[in-house]
């Protein structure tokens, strides 16, 4: 089958809060805590937040949970490797 250019899944730019809480499995305020802390970059556009999407993709190890593998994105105590 020949695949076209036009029929390739696109990523999108950004996302809503909400949705970067669903394909992340993090808690709407734990993402809060990354935008605040600056490890995930987000666009106001009005009263909305948006998250783009390449700064979840690198925050999860370009892993995004939910594609059949998982992220550990919990916090270690300052000087202590993550497990």
Known sequence: MIERAWEKKIEPLTVRVSTAVRITGLSRSRIYELIQAGDLETVKVGRAT?????SL????????PGAGETA????????????
């Not at 948006?50 to 390449?54: G, N, T």
């Not at 993709?57 to 995004?64: M, Q, R, W």
């Not at 994105?73 to 497990?83: F, K, V």
């Open 50 to 54: 948006l998250v783009q999407y390449r």
């Open 57 to 64: 993709k690198l925050l999860t190890g370009n892993v995004i």
């Open 72 to 83: 550990d994105l919990r916090q270690s105590p300052a000087g202590t490797p993550s497990t």
